[in-house]
């Protein structure tokens, strides 16, 4: 674990304008900066970075956070690689962790990373030389410019090249960066050799989401197998969580609110090459959900592109189980099946990027494809062939969390099978059925206004240096807004120059996260900045409403007392004192004198 420390040491050098403005154009707007929102589409800003607060808000689609949260969110980083990446910016050194096994944030990262980017710097050396390997990019349309922009290299034949770059090639740990092999034991010494993984290939560089190297992809040149072969999985890379192409495509993406998602490292090059340039491949695996969910926060439409053969649809079949549970309302999965003589490279380069979108505008949504797939192994004509796709099909549609879209499916489900609406929802139930309410019709239902140790916490979180103003021997409320409430004065009043930034990172995971953002409800960091909300009147009034409730909990303790003939003399006259003060109080305040003997 990165140390909490240093984290909020870190979020007092960063600031989150500068952190956001090299993502998102900002304008400033009275103490703030605001912009269109980068996490969905807008035409009007609604995305607001508060440099006081060091926390951006979107009144739009809620997206809020620090620093942090934001390149996590905008980046797609991990927690401790958001941490690394803003650490960089401002000259620090995330301190070393330990751990009893290798992981991607470990101490061992920036060591690995600086031998991938030496491996990286030869094989785009070696390209150069190679007649062989830039004819083949050349008959495949790659033009230097985008060789150049892929980071294309070249691996040539030998087994033991990459001497030549590691002066320790036979360190055990440069195998931790899956360059290099060591045979099986061998001969009456029983020793190993050592060898490059990558010989006579063209060689993909597969970035992060900061444009660090991670691994490579390497395609044979000429005759040999495998065609394709990747690094294995190594402390800085996991397959299941990675995509080619997408630190290039990123900006790309989010301009056209769409992902394409191919098989292929030349499928990814060849489209960019002809101007489609927000395409990304898996990386020799399955589509994850973590792939999925990667991808539908960066866009609202996923496009999975796929041969149009059995082994296409047989992979597309597969997105599209692993895509059902992490689909959103709002978000579109869709499915292009490409003529089966053609993959995305071919088809490209064939029909240009005006053919191959006229083929995205037909792709087809993930529930034509789902229930188009299911029925064409039945006889849809028959009750049995119809029964027989509605249990194919309840597992798959009961795995949909997202309301609507569920919703929406559950019926056409029905249509297909000519079921109504009430035996549907009896055969398949809604994740969450909505539950019946107990009011009349036509009766507005309003939620329960927050308790005030609620509205405190809020105007506490965005206005820090009141804490100091609120008298801790009131708050003694039970539930978890008063137990956050005490725990958020507690940091502020440790140091008042802390902001609101920081204490969204210190309270990341804890019990009190969830009643700090209820806290943080929209209208009232809209208010906040407003000269006509006087913030300190509002907490002064909060605190006296906290006050008399401390002082009534405490008279109906003393008058239980009373009632049980336990009381002391003293607690009889404390008793008399506050009856008295809680009666003038209902008639207006009571004299401050009268407070200060309570």
């Not at 349309?141 to 294309?152: D, H, T």
């Not at 101007?275 to 999975?304: C, I, Q, R, S």
Request: hydrophobic share 40%; proline share 7%.
């Amino acid at each position: 674990m990165i140390p909490q420390e240093f984290i909020q040491s870190l979020l007092g050098r960063v600031d989150i304008v500068d952190v956001v403005d090299r993502h998102v154009k900002l304008k400033k707007a009275g103490a703030n900066f605001s912009a269109c929102c980068p996490f969905h589409n807008e035409k009007t800003p609604s995305f607001t970075v508060s440099p006081s607060k060091q926390f951006y808000h979107c009144f739009g689609c809620g997206a809020h956070g620090n620093a942090v949260g934001f390149l996590m969110e905008y980046s797609g980083l991990a927690y401790p690689e958001a941490i690394r990446a803003l650490a960089e910016t401002v000259g620090m050194t995330v301190p070393e962790t330990r751990s009893s096994a290798p992981h991607p944030g470990g101490a061992e990262a920036p060591r690995l990373a600086a031998r991938m980017m030496d491996a990286l710097a030869y094989y785009r050396a070696e390209l150069k030389k190679s007649k062989a390997a830039i004819d083949y990019l050349k008959g495949r349309g790659v033009s230097g410019e985008i060789a150049a922009r892929y980071g294309l290299g070249f691996a040539p034949d030998g087994w033991q090249n990459l001497e030549a770059v590691f002066t320790d090639y036979g360190n055990p740990s440069l195998k931790d960066t899956g360059l290099v092999i060591d045979s099986e034991p061998e001969g009456a010494e029983k020793k190993s050799r050592r060898y490059d993984r990558f010989r006579n290939r063209v060689m993909f560089p597969i970035l992060d989401a900061r444009g660090n190297v991670i691994g490579f992809g390497g395609r044979v040149i000429g005759a040999g197998e495998p065609k394709y072969l990747n690094s294995p999985e190594t402390p800085l890379f996991e397959k299941g969580r990675e995509l080619y192409g997408l630190y290039q495509a990123r900006r790309a993406i989010r301009d056209a609110n769409q992902v394409i998602v191919v098989e292929g490292y030349m499928d990814v090059v060849a489209l960019a090459q002809h101007g489609v340039e927000n395409a990304v491949a898996t990386l020799g695996t399955a589509t994850t959900p973590f792939h999925v969910a990667k991808l539908l926060k960066l866009a609202d439409n996923v496009v999975f592109c796929f041969d149009g053969d059995a082994a296409g649809r047989k992979a597309a079949w597969r997105a599209l189980e692993i895509s059902l549970p992490v689909l959103a309302d709002g978000k579109v999965v869709s499915f292009l099946f490409l003529p089966p003589e053609d993959d995305p490279d071919t088809y490209v380069r064939r029909l240009g990027k005006a053919g191959f979108d006229a083929a995205l505008e037909v792709a087809k949504p993930l529930s034509q494809f789902l229930f188009a797939e299911l029925a064409s192994h039945v006889d849809m004509a028959t009750e049995e062939g119809r029964a027989r796709f509605l249990a194919h099909a309840k597992p798959l549609v009961a795995q949909i969390e997202a309301p609507a879209l569920s919703a929406m499916l559950r019926r056409r489900l029905g249509e297909l099978a000519r079921l109504d609406a009430e035996e549907i929802q009896r055969l398949i139930p809604a994740r969450e059925p909505e539950r019946r309410s107990s009011q009349p019709r036509g009766r507005a239902v309003r939620a329960p206004a927050p308790p005030a140790e609620s509205k405190l916490l809020g105007r506490i979180l965005v206005r820090p240096e009141l804490a100091v103003t609120v008298p801790v021997d009131v708050l003694n409320g039970h539930g978890p807004e008063a137990a956050a409430l005490l725990a958020v004065l507690e940091f502020f009043r440790a140091d008042p120059r802390r902001t609101l930034g920081q204490a969204s990172a210190y309270f990341e995971g804890s019990e009190y996260q969830a009643p700090i953002a209820e806290a943080l409800a929209e209208p009232l960091l809209n208010q906040a900045d407003s000269p006509d909300f006087d913030l300190a009147a509002e907490i002064s009034g909060l605190v006296e409403k906290l006050r008399a409730e401390h002082l009534a909990r405490r008279r109906s303790e003393l008058a239980r007392l009373l009632d049980a003939g336990t009381a002391t003399p003293e607690q009889e006259a404390e008793y008399g004192r506050l009856h008295a003060s809680l009666a003038t109080a209902k008639s207006g305040n009571p004299p401050a004198e009268e407070r200060s003997k309570l």
